[in-house]
């Protein structure tokens, strides 16, 4: 079975400063995949990054960066220079390598601050 | 134009009825899910369909029900409706084995309120 644990249920981070959501998972696969996704308070779910477990290098998309540590199982989202539109909740997920299942953690609220 | 499309938006009905929520993508993705978030935001899965195929039931009860006339189309039907059904249900497509390049890609999500 797979498992995701955020610990952090709200974040707050002063515009144009860099923050880290921490993310750190279980499972007994040896290939799997690691998403992070946005929920603004509009709802959709949007898609920022993924890091498959066998990739050596962290993954960048933009202004984000997922910092994946296998040996720790963590894989922590990084936002540098945030925005005031970053504020969202922001889930952390892993899957298995065929797609059929995406398990999701409970979620970070970051907020943004002016 | 849309990717994956949910309806209805928003969705107010009474215990006991029976109400559907449409799905449908047109990113050409083989594979389909509805998954289920709460008042409190958890996400749990419900159903994954690839090429029209159930492939994931994570044990939900019975009075739902997942059908899929196509591989662009899945539709959620629910019995018998319960206020726990409140939620907010979403619709979701990948590439099966392109999963992890562009994640999933979710619809809107459908409100469901049962009072």
């Known amino acids: 079975a797979q498992k995701i644990t955020q610990t952090q249920p709200g974040m707050f981070v002063q515009e144009k400063e860099a923050v880290t959501l921490d993310c750190t998972y279980d499972t007994s696969d040896q290939s799997y995949g690691l998403f992070w996704y946005k929920q603004p308070s509009s709802g959709e779910m949007i898609f920022l990054i993924y890091q498959g477990s066998y990739d050596e290098q962290n993954a960048t998309e933009g202004r984000y960066s997922l910092n994946f540590q296998k040996a720790r199982k963590s894989a922590n989202l990084v936002i540098s220079a945030s925005q005031l539109g970053d504020s969202a909740m922001y889930f952390c997920?892993?899957?298995?390598?065929?797609?059929?299942?995406?398990?999701f953690g409970a979620g970070t609220r970051l907020f943004v601050k002016a | 134009d849309t990717a994956v499309s949910q309806t209805p938006k928003y969705l107010v009905t009474q215990m006991g009825n029976d109400k559907s929520i449409k799905c449908e993508q047109n990113l050409g993705h083989d594979t389909m899910y509805w998954y289920k978030q709460d008042s409190k935001k958890f996400l749990k899965i419900m159903f994954s369909?690839?090429?029209?195929?159930?492939?994931i039931n994570e044990t939900v009860p019975n009075r739902f029900s997942p059908k899929s006339p196509d591989k662009a189309h899945l539709n959620l039907h629910i019995n018998s409706l319960e206020l726990g059904d409140s939620a907010v249900y979403f619709c979701?497509?990948?590439?099966?084995?392109?999963?992890?390049?562009?994640?999933?890609?979710f619809g809107s999500g459908t409100r469901l309120t049962v009072v």
């Open positions: 369909y690839n090429n029209k195929e159930l492939i």
């Open positions: 997920a892993i899957g298995n390598t065929g797609g059929f299942k995406t398990i």
């Open positions: 979701a497509s990948s590439q099966e084995v392109q999963a992890g390049n562009s994640g999933y890609t």
